[in-house]
């Protein structure tokens, strides 16, 4: 089956709505515009419960099928958060708020699970109940792991999750996805060299940690290329340097941070101790201390086998098969989702976003064209995992 008809009726209804959102952006836990929208459009679609507040921002709503007979729960999530990032595109909808803006599409993504919202609410063509998620803060703030930990899956008795992500690069009205790790492992850290400052003129006096910071860098891009199985994957990215307030001041302390991103733990644990080791004698060698605060963050997106079939079946209904890659490449981007997905068996596609800007780009903005495949293939997931 195509694209739906009735959805196809009302996209431009939908991209209405995201270009609200996209035009006022809110940041992770902070996005009480937002979350009011959604409730507020959830009630007059006529969704059976409404829950709002959970993971303080986050709501859930209800639809019941004509039929319940099969006692099935399926959970469908989108994320609603920005990015503090000013854009610089040119578009009407363009962000109201200085340093925010939706650089990754979660004003598509929202909207696009209201449009299936709305359609499931009139059709009700299914034997089960759908669950739809709008999640708060996924740009680093664990909302998904927060609405686990308060309840989210055993309250509403969700049985598969299911999630969605734009993808730019991807022909628009294409979809993506594979079963195993689909997105990375996404750990944080924080190393503090302490050397001794000293004034600029003299830097024999001190112990300079610029100059440690600058060899710590280069360091510890060795840890992948000379420590990683090459047919495995690993990223180590150091991505803020900070110290010194004067051009002619040694800085007492720099302070570096970074990510690093994996798919398997063995790895993981790799980069972990070897980051620790470098950084310590790294600085060591200069005379300097190194201090590295290592935090392991959102877990490997892990899609399940059986469940990712169910998701590549749906969107084949709505855009054939040759519109549907079940192989790609794993991202070694992260996502929340996956606390979801430790919970219950499911499955996070991609929708394509054409030739944009990429994600977290200050001029990207989410391609309207894939919201009629996108909220089909909403309302075809939750038809053909529960037929009525």
């Known amino acids: 089956m195509p694209v739906i008809n009735r959805v196809a009726a009302f996209s431009d209804e939908v991209a209405a709505w995201r270009r609200d959102i996209h035009a ?95 359609y499931l609410c009139e ?6 109940t759908a669950v739809v998620i709008f999640q708060p803060a996924e740009e680093g703030g664990a909302g998904g792991e927060l609405m686990v930990k308060e309840g989210l899956i055993d309250r509403f008795g969700i049985r598969e999750v299911y999630g969605m992500h734009n993808m730019p690069g991807l022909p628009t009205g294409h979809f993506a996805l594979r079963p195993g790790p689909m997105l990375a492992a996404a750990d944080r850290f924080e190393i503090e060299i302490e050397g001794r400052g000293a004034h600029a003129a003299k830097a024999y006096e001190g112990i300079d940690t ?27 990215s150091v991505t803020y340097v900070r110290g010194g307030d004067a051009f002619n001041i040694i800085p007492q302390i720099v302070t570096l941070r970074g990510t690093v991103r994996t798919l398997e733990p063995q790895v993981q644990d790799l980069i972990q101790a070897r980051l620790t080791s470098v950084a310590q004698q790294s600085a060591a060698v200069f ?7 290592y935090r392991r963050g959102y877990p490997v997106t892990r899609n399940h086998e059986v469940e990712t079939g169910f998701a590549a079946e749906a ?46 780009h200050p001029a990207y903005d989410f391609n309207d064209g894939a919201i009629s495949a996108g909220v089909s293939y909403w309302a075809r997931l939750a038809e053909k995992r529960m037929p009525a």
């Open 24 to 118: 006022h952006p809110e940041l992770g836990y902070e996005e009480k515009r937002t979350s009011a929208i959604v409730a507020e459009k959830l009630k007059a679609f006529g969704c059976d419960e409404i829950v709002t507040g959970i993971a303080k921002t986050g709501v859930v709503g209800v639809i019941r099928g004509r039929k319940n007979g099969s006692g099935k729960v399926i959970g469908m999530r989108a994320d609603m958060d920005c990015l503090p990032l000013q854009e610089i595109g040119d578009i009407a909808h363009k962000s109201t708020v200085a340093n925010r803006m939706h650089a990754c599409g979660h004003d598509g993504h929202t909207s696009m699970l209201l449009g299936a919202a709305k």
């Open 123 to 128: 059709t009700r063509n299914f034997d089960g």
């Open 210 to 236: 610029v100059v440690v910071a600058a060899h710590m860098i280069t360091a510890l891009q060795s840890i992948v290329s000379r420590n990683v199985d090459p047919l495995k994957s690993g990223v180590v």
């Open 287 to 293: 005379g300097a201390r190194a201090k590295v605060d």
């Open 315 to 360: 969107a084949k209904d709505v855009m054939g098969a040759d519109h549907v890659q079940t192989d790609i490449e794993p991202s070694m981007g992260g996502e929340d989702f996956s606390y979801m997905l430790l919970e219950r068996p499911g499955a996070m596609i991609l929708v394509g976003n054409g030739e944009t800007a990429g994600l977290h």
